[in-house]
């Protein structure tokens, strides 16, 4: 690549620009125009005007329309957010009952070992401690039997905490009283905690009614936002090009509608415009010059050339004539051959 072709290709990247920047500034021309058209000493460029302001007008329908879609969206998730934290509070509150239900069922199950409670009320601790009785009274029994209660034992341990539990529900539903306050205290909280779930399940399963029947309001608000996302790109393109082709056409208009009234905000513009215009001019005038110059030059070395050619067929043109001279001499003296032979 030669300097003309560098040279070149540098006008072209700043004649991109240039075009770019004239574009944005012609829009803000359109844009301010259309908000102060009525001072404007002449109404121009109707037409244009009508289409900028339409365009915008959609812009903004779709803008709102893609707003109340989201606020549908945002109540939505916050109210999926609100029935996670719900299910996480009841997952909280089913672990609590649980570990104090162990507590209280252990409580029981010593209270019940020394015949503190009701048999009647408790009659499976009653019949879970005989059994556990009987499996340790086994170690005393013949081989086999203690393998086998040890394995019976073994699997009563490992439902221990199940156990434990089914005697807290017991106490739940039993009117008979427990032995101390310790176990009065924890069977009181276990009550708070079993109607605090059940209050919080109830309110839970009304949330997830409401949300079944919002569910399908959410997914439609799901699919406008992406839509509108598409609509209004298009159409604030569309806005744009309208009023880059009013700030255009106001430019070249200049002269029908400048006056000592006009605000000077416009006036500002079109002079950024001018200054952007001039700058183009020069380049481009810099451009022709460097292109005639690269034509000159092509001329220049195509005239060397041909002269080449020239200076190649004269000498050419040398050598043919000796060649020619040589022949008609030769013939000469053949000719006088023939005379002297008398014929």
């Given amino acids: 690549m030669n300097g003309a ?48 302001l339409s365009a915008s007008k959609n812009v903004s329908e779709a803008e709102r329309e893609e707003e109340e879609a989201e606020k549908i969206l945002a109540i939505w998730r916050e109210d999926e957010e609100k029935l996670s934290e719900s299910i996480e509070k009841i997952k909280g509150i089913s ?29 499976i601790v009653y019949d879970d401690i005989d059994e556990d009785r009987k499996l340790e009274m086994s170690e005393d029994t013949p081989f086999f039997a203690r393998i086998l209660g040890s394995g019976k034992a073994k699997m009563r341990k490992l439902g221990e905490e199940s156990r434990f539990i089914s ?43 409401k949300l079944k029947g919002e569910r ?23 806005e744009e090009e309208a009023f880059v082709r009013y700030g255009s056409y106001l430019y070249d208009k200049g002269q029908n509608w ?16 001018l200054k952007l215009h001039r700058e183009q001019e020069s380049l481009t005038a810099e451009k022709e010059r460097i292109e005639r110059e690269g034509r000159a030059d092509d001329y220049r070395a195509l005239i060397e050339s041909e002269e080449g050619k020239i200076l190649v067929l004269e000498k050419e043109k040398e050598r043919i004539e000796r060649e020619i001279a040589q022949i008609k001499k030769e013939i000469e003296s053949l000719r006088i051959r023939i005379e002297r032979l008398g014929l």
Avoid: W
Avoid at 258 to 273: G, M, N, V
């Fill in 95 to 123: 672990e609590d009952i649980r570990n104090l239900s162990i507590r209280l069922g252990a409580m029981i199950y010593e209270q019940c070992s020394f015949s503190l409670l009701d048999k009647e009320a408790y009659r």
């Fill in 167 to 209: 005697y807290a529900d017991l106490a739940l539903k039993s009117s008979s009283p427990l032995s101390s306050e310790n176990a009065l205290a924890m069977l009181s909280s276990l009550r708070q905690l079993d109607e605090e779930k059940k209050e919080k399940e109830s309110a839970k399963n009304s949330f997830v009614q």
């Fill in 258 to 273: 400048i006056d000592k009234d006009t605000p000077s905000s416009l006036l500002d513009i079109i002079e950024e415009l």
């Fill in 5 to 52: 072709e560098e040279l070149l290709n540098e006008i072209a990247e700043r004649e991109e620009a240039l075009r770019e920047s004239i574009r944005c500034v012609e829009l803000k021309l359109g844009i301010a125009a259309a908000k102060n058209h009525e001072v404007l000493s002449i109404p121009l460029g109707g037409k244009l005007l009508e289409e900028a």
């Fill in 216 to 238: 399908e309001k959410g997914k439609a608000a799901e699919r406008s936002i992406s839509f509108h996302a598409e609509r209004i790109r298009g159409l604030k393109k569309s």
